[in-house]
């Protein structure tokens, strides 16, 4: 090819076009397309074809539709071809699409699209309703939401059901593309059980971004199904600010469940705006402890010095996993204001300030000890939390930070106060032989769980992030996995179905805490979960918050020595 002469070729193919020699200008065609052929020749080949009437270039870019073209440069540049000679000649472009050459049915199918040429919005329609070829149907499918025509919605609803999950997912996306309420009403309805056709669906309503599509969004973190109610998080963390408002808003008439959902994505967000909403939950005093512990993680996430005085309230909760959010919000939220609260607090050396006291020491809030650490009260039921009741981790950090502070007499009499049993920097060797893994996305809850591990004689390994430890565990397998159910990204139920893979519920067991009470059945009063529905999970145990030192020293044993 290499030999021919390109100002020849040129034209003889010129001429041919002239005369409507189409037969001769389809061998020079096939000629300048082979795969040996010089790409400067086949770009001149195209040029020229560009210049001719659509009374002979259709034909000619119809039968180079049907030849095999390797390159995709070359591809590329005839597809631009046929979208400058299909703009204004709608009749030619429907015939092509109703024609039989399958190659050129689907470049004049995406043509229409591309071009919004809304005259072919019917016989995309007569194509989806009859075709079988999928590959075709599904560039029909693209096409047709393309064109954003409402009253073609319904036809995109047997695609949907489609077993095909290429179709399904280009059914899914052209109704998006639509937008509007009509579209995704109708998404929504195709929330069904199914979790990889939800998780598309939920990630396609985001796609809109309407406050229609943003309002609904938010009804779906109420949603029994967890792939729903974890992917409309994922999507409503990913808007960010623009999802603030809906989600404040839907606090009103909240359930305990959704409302935990809500406050728990704002935090995740992390837009100041959210922080009047979340104080006014706070002040309300929910009597659901979850959403108060929800609450107080939020405002870790989401600092505001301005209005901290209130979470001083959260230390003297009446359930630990509140303390403890509340200590670590406080630390993050330091003001002038909130110090003297505290210190009030502690001074009066109750079992409320007792309460106070613990959550600061076992939720390692480092920052508020400066101010505390010249108060007597403090150092008093400091020192009796520390030696009689906190963890060996807690006790060692409380007692480097005396250290760090020049408090390094304080700490020395601390230890000598300890009992024998106690003064080691942690428990025994024999003790750590079980491997536990801990994986839950609130950093507090985490500490929470070293605090009892260690208090057990364990020694976890801590992950806030699923992702970070799957490898782990399928690496190196652990005694147990003790998971969170609702984290953003990876869900505890993903993580379960990964780990399932390689480890039968014999080999590693899960224990699963959540605050969602759809996985569990409440009968007299007492949380269970049916044999039925752990076997299909893949976990072993399924324990709800809040939960007392009892239940979860019971849960743990129980799943390492069953």
Known sequence: MTSINHED????????????????????????????????????ALLELGK???????????????????????????????????YGNTDLVLRFIRGKNKKSRLLFIRAAGDLNLQEA????????????????????????????????????????????????????QSIAAMGGQKAVKMLTAFVTGDETTDKIVVEAIAEIQDIFALDQLAILLRSKKTIVRD???????????????????????????????????????????????????????????????????????????????????????????????????????????????????????????????????????????????EEESFIRQAKNHVTEKASPRAKERFLDLLRDKGKTELAAEWINALPEEKKGRGPEKEDLAKRIFVIDDSRMMLKLYQNKLTKMGFEPSLFQFPEKALPEILSSKPDLVITDLNMPDISGLELTREIRKKYSRAELPILMITTQSDFLENENGDITVNDTMLQQSGINRIIHKPFTDEIFIRAVSGVLEP
């Open 231 to 373: 992917t409309a998080i994922d999507q409503l963390i990913q808007m960010g600010q623009k999802a603030v408002p809906v989600l404040t808003k839907a606090f009103q008439n909240a359930q305990s469940d959704y409302m935990v959902h809500l406050i728990t994505t704002l935090g995740y967000i992390g837009d100041p705006a959210a922080i009047p909403a979340i104080i006014d939950i706070i002040n309300t005093q929910p009597k659901d402890p979850n959403i108060r512990q929800a609450a107080f993680e939020a405002m870790e996430r989401i600092p505001s010095r301005k209005t901290a005085i209130c979470l001083a309230q959260g230390l003297t909760d009446p359930v630990e996993t509140v303390r403890m959010g509340a200590a670590r919000a406080i630390d993050k939220n330091l003001s002038k204001a909130l110090v003297a609260g505290l210190k009030n607090i502690v001074r009066q050396e109750d079992s409320e300030s007792d309460h106070a006291v613990s959550a600061l020491i076992d939720s390692e809030a480092e920052n508020i000890f400066g101010f505390l650490l």
């Open 121 to 172: 919005a019917g016989v995309l329609q007569e194509v989806i309703s009859s075709e079988t070829d999928t590959e075709t149907l599904k560039e029909a499918v693209l096409a047709l939401g393309s064109l954003r025509l409402e009253e073609y919605l319904p036809a995109f609803s047997p695609i949907i059901n489609s077993a095909d999950l290429d179709l399904k997912k280009a059914a899914v």
């Open 9 to 44: 070729f040129v034209k003889e193919l010129t001429f041919c076009i002239e005369k409507e020699d189409i037969v001769k200008a389809k061998a020079l065609l096939q000629f300048a397309s082979d795969s040996n052929a010089d790409m400067d020749l086949q770009k001149r």
């Open 52 to 86: 001719a009437s659509e009374k002979i270039a259709f034909p000619l870019l119809e039968y180079l539709t049907g030849i095999e073209i390797s390159s995709t440069e070359l591809q590329e540049s005839l597809y631009d071809l046929i979208l400058d000679k299909a």
